[in-house]
């Protein structure tokens, strides 16, 4: 039974990555790319991988959606006449690229069949560590107390990455900014029960890093769902300018991380050796309100944001 | 203390990043001079570290390899330091000519360039090939977000290119990275020499992480997205990009290598890799040849230069290893200068057609001087820094009678000549009418200034060669036979 379920999620992934690719048209495309993150995130869970299924689910397929389709969106208004085309262009490389990722997992197959597993010297200090830690989830423990570099810089390229996209925003102000519609009076109480509930989910997902699957990534980008929410019912309106508020949020998660990580050093412990589970909380939530920020930011095409409305 | 300036060399320039997108306009030069001047400062008490113990490791969060990640300064890494920091400084300064930090352009832009130099310090320092890979991450889109502050269409068409091989690149190397990882259990770069065993795994994951990184520093044939992106980026972000960025992916492979599989005997692979850099050096330089736009003859002379860094691994000895890294430092500080002189005859004109420059050295003669300077260097022309490394690289290829590469080294040489004077000769030719001599913007002086001062460190580099000789010498390997 489990071996047909598995079989069933890898068949519909190679063919939701098919259908993607060569999808008869782009708006199709970004559905099913949607729909191949949402069957990705099945198999991590079925791989038993619970925060990477978290993860992939609410960034890979929620947030990375969200933005394929606002940039569709905004394709429509520039070029029409790409979006009607029937079919994409296929690439002469096409199918070389093809052949040769075949070959490749073909080979990383045979390799993988040959080798004995030894079980891993990092993930075993990591279980040894743990336990001293008060930390229950291991994927935590490697992010923010074992390895907390990788987080720390994946939090700087995630800042490169909004200031990059950034550079292309440009000051664009013949956008129209999008239509508040406060006539309608069911949008207020979605709203009211919606964004409330994603506030209580991502914190939920945050504290319960700490001994289940979840963190502020995965918090972050829930959170960012509400902001992407109020954006598109024009609560949220964007602006061009990098105003205070939306600054101070970018980048809140990397100062804070930095500012704890190098203070350590003043009381003679090694950079980076956080001295607590509450400074591992502190930093998780700076991190997680800077992805959402980040992200929110990312899906509006702006360098700020401004409240409209009551 | 040691510890407090390596964490100095990121986080400076990571917290300038953050400061500069919340402090008032008018503090941002303020806050670009605190983070950038004390960078030298922290680099020299290291230098006098490592010359007397040869190596620094500091395990960070207090966790050691494999749980942790470990930073380790040896002397190749500080000297790439050097370089890095010094270009920051000297191009940063041109670059502030045209990025004034107060506007709006300087907003867009000096964040990104300080996230940049915390990625490449990062990456020099770390000794994680997971942890590589974000530094890497870091460096790639950074450099993509200065390329796309250009503006232009053409700007932003090579930054989309260099995006999308770059990640390409970036998920070979991550694969690569994955495999060794199911193999050996660690990630540390100097702990997996011992327990990376050769074999159809990893060697799979050797050639997938070589791949990637050979993409990321546009080893021909896999160049097509660097003269594009060098080509049409404002002038002091090509100078690095080309100087610096390029450079530190081609530093990880040399790592690889000669660290973590320094114990395997790897002639045909090696000679492979020389080989495309041998193509590199021809093509590269005959595509420099051809090139109608100054700026596209500089990046293309980016793709020939690079192939001299995979020489080092046929030719495989202590000489060759001193020349590819002289050689790195000699031709980062010439390009640098190319680059920057370039920027600014580009604005100056409003183009930069090799058709346009004639007479220019009567109108802009400090930026022509850097040129001619710079191009010097380039050409391996006595007493330059170029010329050090290229004369020990064939020395390296005569002790072997690798007669081959000898030829290959002196008509990379005898090309690069042939490419620079072409555009020196465009530049002194003095047309009887004077078709183009309105419009004229003279570029800021200080832009020329800095170019004018990488130039002549790079020529000073020849006059240096002792101090750089003995700390790559100290950097050397040294257990694997040619």
Known sequence: ?310 | MTEALLAALVFLPVLGACLLLLAPASWRAAILLVVTVPLPFCLLPLTVLIADAGLFEMALAGHPAPLGIRWRLDALSLLILWLNVSLMILVGLAASARFAPASVEGLRFWPLWLLLAAGIHALLLSADLFNLYVTLELVTLAGIGLIATGGSGAALRAAMRYLLLALMASLLYLLGVGLVYAEAGTLDLYQLGEALEPGLLSATALVLMLAGLLVKSAVFPLHAWLPAAHGNAPGPVSALLSAIVVKVSIYIIWRLWFWTAGDWQLPAPGLLLGLLGGGAILYGSALALVQKRLKMVVAYSTVAQLGYLMLIFPLSNLLAWQAAGYHLVAHGLAKAALFVAAGNILVSLGSDRLRRLAGLDQRLPMDVFTLALASVSLMGLPPSGGFVGKWLFLQAAYEQGAWGWMALIALGGLLAAAYLFRVLALTCFHPRSHGHSTRLREPPTLASLAGLLLALAAIGLGFASAPILGLLEAAWPGAMAP
């Open chain 1, 1 to 310: 039974m489990n071996l047909a379920v598995d079989m069933l999620i890898g068949a519909g992934l190679l063919v939701l990555a098919w259908q993607t690719i060569s999808g008869r048209s782009l708006f199709r495309g970004i559905v099913l790319f949607v729909v191949f993150g949402l069957t990705m995130a099945l198999a991590w869970a079925r791989m038993g991988a619970p925060d990477l299924a978290l993860a992939e689910a609410a960034i890979g397929a929620g947030v990375t959606g969200a933005l394929m389709l606002v940039a569709f969106r905004r394709l429509v208004r520039i070029r029409p006449d790409q979006c009607a085309q029937p079919a994409l262009r296929r690439s002469r490389l096409a199918v070389p690229v093809a052949v040769l990722a075949g070959g490749l997992v073909g080979v990383i197959g045979l390799a993988v069949v040959a080798v004995e597993r030894d079980p891993a010297l990092a993930g075993l200090a990591v279980t040894e560590a743990l336990t001293d830690s008060g930390l229950g989830n291991p994927i935590t423990g490697v992010l923010l107390l074992y390895r907390n570099l990788d987080t720390l810089l994946e939090v700087a390229v995630l800042l490169a990455a909004f200031l990059a996209a950034r550079t292309v925003f440009g000051e664009d102000e013949s956008r129209p900014p999008t239509p508040a519609r406060r006539e309608v009076p069911l949008v207020g109480a979605l709203l009211a029960i919606i964004v409330p509930l994603t506030i209580l989910i991502a914190t939920h997902l945050l504290l319960a890093g700490s001994r289940e699957p979840g963190g502020a990534f995965q918090a972050g980008a829930v959170l960012a769902a509400s902001g992407v929410l109020l954006v598109l019912a024009g609560r949220l309106q964007p602006a061009t300018a990098l105003s205070a508020g939306p600054a101070f949020g970018l980048t809140l998660g990397l100062m804070l991380f930095s500012l704890v990580g190098l203070a350590v050093m003043a009381f003679g412990d090694p950079l980076l050796a956080l001295p607590g589970l509450w400074a591992v909380y502190l930093i998780e939530t700076a991190m997680m309100l800077s992805i959402a920020m980040t992200l929110v930011l990312l899906f509006a095409g702006a360098s700020g944001l401004r409240r409209s409305g009551p």
